[in-house]
């Protein structure tokens, strides 16, 4: 199994990515990302064996208070990468970030080595994205997180295998 951690939006923050998303001007051969596939990946897993399943999401659930963030920039990364990005990352977020890479690395998984940049990502093969300029507003109050299934090529490539509520 391929695993994540992330932030899954709402109808309401998904209606906004999405609305976001198709205020670029897009050129041919840019891969708009479908709305049923926006996140924001809090920690890419990778590749675990099925038989660890139960342990994981038993071990993955974690204490956090509610906290909200805004996007407010666009970028257009390296590889043609788009994304929405956050000027200042949430202290919530950085704590709900750090606390499950512990646990991550208490459960013998791995962990994100780079620098931790809050985004998601609106297209690939963005080579010539135009973003829309100034980003539309977007508010997320965060109320869970969720382990998330990656299977590359199906139909629908994400599946929500956990979701883990806010304590507080």
């Given at each position: 199994?391929?695993l994540?951690?992330?932030?899954?939006p709402?109808?309401?923050?998904?209606?906004?990515?999405?609305?976001?998303?198709?205020?670029?001007?897009?050129?041919?051969?840019?891969?708009?990302?479908?709305?049923?596939t926006?996140?924001?990946?809090?920690?890419?897993?990778?590749?675990?064996?099925?038989?660890?399943?139960?342990e994981i999401?038993?071990?993955?659930?974690?204490?956090?208070?509610?906290?909200?963030?805004?996007?407010?920039?666009?970028d257009?990364?390296?590889?043609?990468?788009?994304?929405l990005?956050?000027?200042a990352?949430a202290?919530?977020?950085?704590?709900?970030?750090?606390?499950l890479?512990?646990?991550?690395a208490d459960?013998?998984?791995?962990?994100?080595?780079?620098?931790?940049h809050?985004h998601?990502?609106l297209?690939r093969?963005?080579?010539?994205?135009?973003?829309?300029?100034?980003?539309?507003?977007?508010?997320?109050?965060?109320?869970?997180?969720v382990?998330?299934?990656?299977?590359?090529?199906?139909?629908?490539p994400?599946?929500?295998?956990?979701?883990?509520?806010?304590?507080?």
């Amino acid at each position: 199994m391929r695993l994540f951690l992330a932030l899954w939006p709402d109808a309401g923050v998904r209606r906004a990515l999405v609305r976001q998303r198709d205020a670029w001007s897009a050129a041919a051969g840019t891969r708009l990302m479908r709305p049923d596939t926006l996140h924001l990946t809090l920690h890419y897993i990778g590749h675990v064996p099925r038989s660890r399943l139960a342990e994981i999401r038993h071990g993955l659930k974690i204490p956090f208070a509610p906290f909200a963030f805004g996007l407010e920039r666009t970028d257009l990364w390296r590889h043609g990468i788009a994304v929405l990005a956050t000027d200042a990352m949430a202290p919530g977020m950085a704590a709900l970030h750090a606390a499950l890479g512990k646990r991550l690395a208490d459960l013998g998984l791995p962990t994100d080595s780079a620098d931790f940049h809050p985004h998601v990502t609106l297209a690939r093969r963005a080579g010539r994205l135009v973003p829309a300029i100034p980003p539309l507003p977007l508010r997320w109050q965060v109320r869970d997180y969720v382990l998330v299934e990656s299977r590359p090529g199906q139909e629908s490539p994400y599946t929500v295998l956990e979701r883990y509520p806010a304590t507080a």
